[in-house]
């Protein structure tokens, strides 16, 4: 595991399965992965490893766990029984707060059974990728699990009155708003953000704004009151 080296909305990064099928052009896990190619022997194949399915239970301090960071937990190259031998570590650490984030949440399994200290996610990053706040709510409800939407490059303005009746529903609890790093940074337009921080205000959601946003702006930032770790357990 990893701690965050940034001021970022996780603590630590878990990463039990690693790889993606999805090709976003701009992945900055397979760039990570194809830099340090002796760290990452099975390349951006998706891939769980045996050796860090328990790591959380080393942790003496309660934690925010962004988990798969550097790959998709929900890819179809990655079975149920890998994903159920995570959500077990989820279940056994109620201490802990995970999120886990996707672009395929139309391939997320309720069945699976989601603990209550599990936060699901989705990426949003452009416009015609709204309905993924849809599909992530539709497999989600029934579930003890939480909500919440990262928009994380936000490359171009998202269709702000469909995001605006998604928010409107309640059934996002958090969002992230961020740019692109790396070589190729690339800043969301202002008045996007600007807009975003206002359907967030206005629907009582807390957002964090991510530190590859512009230089020299002031960063608005505040975490659910589930996010706030003070070792407590989630009844």
């Not at 690693?18 to 830099?35: L, V």
């Not at 699990?145 to 609890?173: K, M, Q, T």
Request: aromatic share 12%; hydrophobic share 35%; net charge negative.
């Amino acid at each position: 595991m990893n701690r965050a080296t940034n001021d970022e909305w996780w603590t630590h990064s878990w990463n039990p399965i690693t790889g993606c099928t999805f090709g976003c052009d701009y992945c900055y896990a397979r760039k990570i992965t194809e830099r340090f190619p002796a760290a990452h022997p099975m390349g951006f194949a998706p891939t769980a490893w045996d050796n860090r399915m328990r790591e959380p239970l080393k942790l003496r301090k309660p934690a925010r766990i962004f988990t798969v960071s550097m790959g998709d937990f929900w890819d179809p190259a990655i079975s149920d029984i890998d994903k159920q031998r995570i959500l077990e570590v989820v279940w056994l650490t109620p201490q802990n707060r995970y999120l886990i984030l996707t672009k395929r949440p139309d391939r997320i399994n309720p069945s699976l059974g989601f603990p209550p200290n599990l936060w699901l996610g989705v990426t949003v990053d452009r416009q015609g990728t709204e309905d993924r706040i849809g599909y992530l709510w539709e497999n989600v409800e029934c579930t003890r699990a939480h909500c919440f939407v990262s928009f994380e490059p936000l490359l171009e303005s998202p269709d702000l009155e469909a995001i605006g009746s998604y928010l409107n529903e309640g059934c996002v609890e958090f969002i992230i708003i961020g740019g692109l790093g790396g070589q190729k940074t690339w800043y969301p337009d202002i008045r996007t953000i600007k807009d975003l921080e206002a359907l967030a205000v206005n629907n009582l959601i807390p957002f964090w704004e991510k530190h590859n946003l512009y230089p020299g702006k002031t960063k608005l930032r505040s975490l659910p009151d589930d996010l706030i770790l003070d070792g407590a357990v989630v009844k």
